[in-house]
C-alpha cells in the first residue's frame, strides 16, 4: 500500500512539473510574441505526432526512473528531493531575468559576461553566455537561477535524467566489491551547482566524493547544497577538466553530465584524454549528454529547436560527433550507450 501511494505522489510530482514547464513557456512564448517579436526563434513548430513521442519517451524514463529506486540503486526519497522553497523564492527572478535574454538574444551579444571576470583563469570557449543566460556561468545570479531553469527547459525531466548514470556506475563500480567503500573515489566534472553530486551521494553514500568545475560561483552554490548536511565533505575543485590538478590512476569513476555539448570539438577530446590519466586501470567512466542525430533521428527538430533557441555555440557540432570514436581514441573499451528522453548516456572503461 506505501509502495503504491509513494508510486502514485512520484507519478504526481512528475505531472505537475511537466504541466507547469509547459505552462511557463507557453506564458513567455506570448509575452515574447507581445514585447519581443524579433527575438522569436525560426524554428519549426512540433507536429502532433512528434509530441506523441516526446510524451512516450518521457513515461519511459519515469517508468526506468522508479524501476531503478524500487531495485535499490538510489532511494526513493531521492525522486522526491528538490530545494522547493528556494525555487519558490527564486521563480520570480526567472521571469524578471528574460527581457535581458531576450535582448541578448536579439542583439547576438554572446560574449556579455560580468566585466569583473579575470578572463586570463579561462578558456576562451568559456567566456560567453551559454543558452543567454545573465552572466554566462560567471555569476553567483547565474549559479542560483540555473537548476530552476534548467527544471523548466526540460519540463521536470532534468533530474530523472540525470540519474541514469547511476546504473552504469553502479555496474562500473562493481568490480570493487571487495574492497572498503569509503576506498572508493567517484569524480564528476563540469559538477555545476552539484545536483548530480548530490544524487551519486545517494548512491554511493560512503564513497569519497570530488567535484570540478571552472566557475568558482556555481561551486559556491554546490558547496551550499552540498557540505551543509550532516555527512562526509565533498571535496570541489576550480579547474579546467581538460587539464586537472589530479594524481594519474587516482579515480575510481568519473562522471559527466551535460558538459561535452558545450565544449568545441578538441576540448570533447582533451577531457577524455584527461578522464583517461585519472581514472585507475579498470576505472569507469559515465557520461551523459544530449542525444544525437544518429541515435535519436525522430527528435531532430527539437535539437534544431534548441540550437535555434538558445546560443549553443558547439551543440550543432556535437550531436554530429561520434563520442565512441573519441572514447576509443583516448583508450577506452568495453563502451556502451543507451538513450533516454533528451539524454544519450556513454559508459567506458580504462582497459
Request: with cysteine; proline share 5%; aromatic share 12%.
Amino acid at each position: 500500500m506505501a509502495t503504491t501511494i509513494a508510486k502514485l505522489a512520484y507519478k504526481t510530482l512528475q505531472q505537475g512539473k511537466s504541466i507547469a514547464g509547459l505552462a511557463h513557456k507557453e506564458i513567455s512564448s506570448k509575452l515574447m510574441e507581445s514585447f519581443f517579436p524579433e527575438a522569436i526563434p525560426k524554428s519549426e513548430p512540433i507536429s502532433k505526432e512528434l509530441f506523441m513521442k516526446l510524451r512516450a519517451s518521457i513515461e519511459e524514463l519515469e517508468r526506468l526512473d522508479w524501476s531503478d529506486a524500487e531495485k535499490g540503486l538510489y532511494p526513493k526519497s531521492q525522486l522526491f528531493e528538490a530545494p522547493w522553497l528556494n525555487w519558490a523564492r527564486k521563480y520570480p527572478l526567472v521571469w524578471l531575468d528574460m527581457p535581458s535574454t531576450w535582448q541578448r538574444r536579439v542583439g547576438k551579444k554572446t560574449r556579455d559576461i560580468p566585466k569583473k571576470v579575470n578572463k586570463g583563469k579561462y578558456p576562451d570557449y568559456y567566456l560567453q553566455n551559454f543558452h543567454h543566460q545573465t552572466d554566462g556561468y560567471l555569476s553567483d545570479y547565474s549559479a542560483s537561477l540555473y537548476d530552476l531553469q534548467v527544471e523548466i527547459l526540460f519540463n521536470g525531466t532534468a533530474d530523472s535524467m540525470r540519474r541514469r548514470i547511476i546504473s552504469p556506475l553502479k555496474e562500473g563500480l562493481g568490480k570493487y566489491k571487495d574492497r572498503k567503500p569509503e576506498s572508493i573515489r567517484i569524480l564528476d566534472l563540469a559538477t555545476g551547482t552539484g545536483r548530480s553530486l548530490t544524487q551519486i551521494k545517494s548512491a554511493f553514500p560512503k564513497a569519497d566524493l570530488f567535484g570540478v568545475d571552472l566557475s568558482s560561483s556555481y561551486l559556491r552554490q554546490a558547496a551550499t547544497y552540498l557540505n551543509t548536511r550532516n555527512n562526509d565533505l565533498v571535496q570541489l575543485i576550480r579547474s579546467n577538466a581538460e587539464d586537472m590538478p589530479l594524481a594519474d590512476s587516482s579515480m575510481q569513476a568519473i562522471t559527466c553530465v551535460f558538459l561535452f555539448h558545450e565544449l568545441p570539438p578538441k576540448a570533447r577530446q582533451n577531457v577524455l584524454n584527461e578522464c583517461y590519466r585519472v581514472l585507475e586501470t579498470g576505472g569507469c567512466l559515465v557520461i551523459a549528454d544530449s542525444i544525437q542525430i544518429n541515435d535519436s533521428p525522430e527528435f531532430l527538430p527539437i535539437m534544431d529547436g534548441f540550437h535555434q533557441s538558445f546560443h549553443e555555440p558547439y551543440y550543432k557540432d556535437y550531436i554530429n560527433d561520434d563520442i565512441e570514436k573519441r572514447l576509443i581514441e583516448s583508450g577506452f573499451s568495453f563502451i556502451s550507450a543507451q538513450s533516454y528522453f533528451m539524454t544519450r548516456v556513454w559508459s567506458a572503461v580504462k582497459d
